[in-house]
């Protein structure tokens, strides 16, 4: 099972996408298509409202020719909008990639003790249903996905080492319990 690629993003890659017209044309396909997967990537300006959306915004779509593009929202407030009511575009965007790559590096950390999502949501101070909730929209996996994906690499890995089946399965077994 594969994670999301924004696990492999480093932190100089994470919104430092060149302005160029050909990611403003991929940037207003997206707009179109209300691709959620570019929340947070950039936000996306109407001149004729005055304010700047998320690219996934449930609101009418606008003129091509009224649209700027802006890598953050903190940009279009500096050029003079305001933030969309409706999807709420600061809330999007990097808080909740990084709170997921962090839960992320906590499972990854824990994997031989059993996790559950009381402990998670007590880790991370949220509801266990939130943290999955937010787990799930980030990386498209639940966090029990997420470490079974993980156990199951570390047993893969242990074999290819040599280890007889029985030394690479215990820590699998050990914590299969979770979540």
């Given at each position: ?136 929209a980030v990386l498209g996996i639940t966090p029990k996905a997420y470490a079974d994906s993980c156990r199951m ?27």
């Open positions: 099972m594969t994670t999301n690629a924004i696990l492999n993003l480093s932190e100089t890659e994470i919104g430092e996408t060149e302005m160029t017209s050909s990611s403003q044309s991929r940037w207003w396909q997206a707009v179109e298509a209300r691709d959620a997967s570019q929340d947070g990537s950039f936000v996306f300006a109407v001149s004729s409202t005055g304010v700047y959306c998320r690219p996934s915004c449930p609101s009418r779509r606008p003129r091509r020719e009224n649209v700027a593009f802006f890598r953050r929202p903190d940009e279009a407030e500096k050029a003079g909008y305001r933030a969309c009511l409706r999807c709420r575009p600061k809330s999007a965007g990097h808080g909740v990639a990084e709170e997921a790559r962090a839960i992320c590096r906590y499972i990854e950390q824990h994997l031989d003790e059993p996790l559950t999502l009381a402990r998670l949501g007590t880790e991370f101070h949220q509801s266990p249903f939130h943290l999955q909730r937010k787990f799930k690499n570390q047993l893969k890995s242990n074999l290819r080492a040599g280890h007889s089946v029985t030394r690479a399965g215990e820590t699998r077994a050990h914590a299969s319990r979770v979540l």
